[in-house]
């Protein structure tokens, strides 16, 4: 018998612009999620592929996706000294100035540095990740992956 999947608190929304551009490549880029991400039996558990997730964006400089795969490690169970072990080693494969101008001042460092000093307040898990979709989902500018329609000039002077 197979466990019972829960859902990931953000939903892989950005595969809705695979649809807006064509429905064949819509069809072959979510088969392919599903082979990734939605597989019956993984051998790899859920918070590791998102830990796993996670650093590759890290490395490929998507801070946006990598926010995405921090507040879903997070809600698998991911604990603040892993997430403390796996920012060390972002300074160490990525050097010190690269950490400090370009992941310290992002969206994923502050999600991070809400898990830290939320949990350090003492307040639960269930609460923290509840928080984390709030600050670090859909609503965040920096972190949703949803089409924002851009205002035409004379929508913009109010005609």
Not at 2 to 11: C, R
Not at 67 to 86: H, I, M, N, Q, S
Not at 119 to 133: S, T
């Amino acid at each position: 018998m197979s466990e019972k999947k829960i859902p990931p608190p953000l939903k892989p929304l950005a595969l809705v612009n695979f649809k807006k551009t064509d429905d064949e490549l819509a069809k072959i880029i979510g088969g392919f999620w599903k082979l990734t991400w939605n597989k019956e039996n993984p051998a790899i558990d859920p918070k590791t592929k998102y830990l796993l997730s996670l650093s590759n964006a890290v490395g490929a400089h998507r801070t946006r996706q990598a926010t995405r795969e921090l507040v879903k490690a997070y809600a698998f169970g991911t604990t603040v000294a892993e997430l403390d072990e796996l920012f060390s080693l972002f300074v160490w494969n990525q050097g010190a100035g690269h950490f400090a101008s370009e992941i310290g001042p992002s969206p994923l460092f502050a999600a991070y540095q809400m898990i830290k000093t939320l949990e350090n307040e003492g307040l639960p898990r269930k609460e923290v990740a509840q928080q984390l979709v709030e600050n670090f989902g859909e609503k965040n500018k920096d972190v949703t992956t949803g089409y924002a329609p851009v205002k035409s000039q004379n929508q913009t002077k109010g005609e």
